[in-house]
């Protein structure tokens, strides 16, 4: 806990799309038990260190969870913005009454409503997630 790392990561989905990579960009640095990372990815980092590679699958309950079918939402068409493409897919920031910003997909529409899913895209997944340690600070 505290440790600052800098790393590589990849994460697939179960057809081995990958849903987000730093390889071949610029490493991503992250202090351990801040919330920077998901809990579930961030546990297997745990005891390793520089230099070290590694490939995890990792379950929905060790990551974001399962689809909660009550976090899709019927929305009045008319709350959108006429700038914004409604279209199946299309992702949109909605900002909460609390001040979050939560990104929300476009499932379909009618005239009078368009259905919004609010689940984290990787939810329900069996991820593959693959690292590399680059530098581990100790605080």
Partial sequence: MGSKVKLH???ALEDGMIAESSFGQEPV?????TGE????LEQVLYGLGR??????????????????PQAVHALARGE???EIPLEPGVIVEFTTPGGDQI???VLDMTEDHVRVD???PLA??????????LEVSNP
């Fill in 9 to 11: 990561f990849s994460i």
């Fill in 29 to 33: 640095e992250l202090v351990i038990g």
């Fill in 37 to 40: 990372l998901h809990q579930g």
């Fill in 51 to 68: 230099g070290d590679k590694g490939r995890f699958n990792i379950s929905p309950e060790q990551s974001f969870g399962f689809r909660d």
């Fill in 80 to 82: 959108f913005p006429q």
């Fill in 103 to 105: 990104p929300g997909i």
């Fill in 118 to 120: 609010f689940n984290h």
């Fill in 124 to 133: 329900g997944h069996e991820l593959t997630y693959i690292v590399e340690i």
